[in-house]
């Protein structure tokens, strides 16, 4: 994937339909993706309860749902919002380029 600076590429536009959400990995990094009314928000993939991928999850609104327990984060801010999860995900700022999504990492 190409990068610049801290900002990598991590998808095409058109592969992240409107209401879904896409994991991708980035080295050691597992990414999730959502498309939120058509605009793109970043989160980590890892659920902060146990092991699992939020991407394999449901996303509601602006919500996700974790497949394993069902713990539900806040998408555009990470923000866990109850039993089970009580730790928030991490968001990444995101950018578009030409149909390039770029995702800038800490
Ligand atoms: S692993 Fe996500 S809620 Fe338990």
Redesign the pocket.
Known sequence: MAGDGNWVSVAKLDSIKPGDVVGVTLGEREIALYNIDGAIYATDNL?T????LLSQGWLDGDCIE?P????RFEVKTGKALGA??TKDIDVFPVKLEGDDVLVKLA
């Open positions: 659920c309860h146990a092991f699992a974790c394993l327990h069902g713990g089970p999860v």
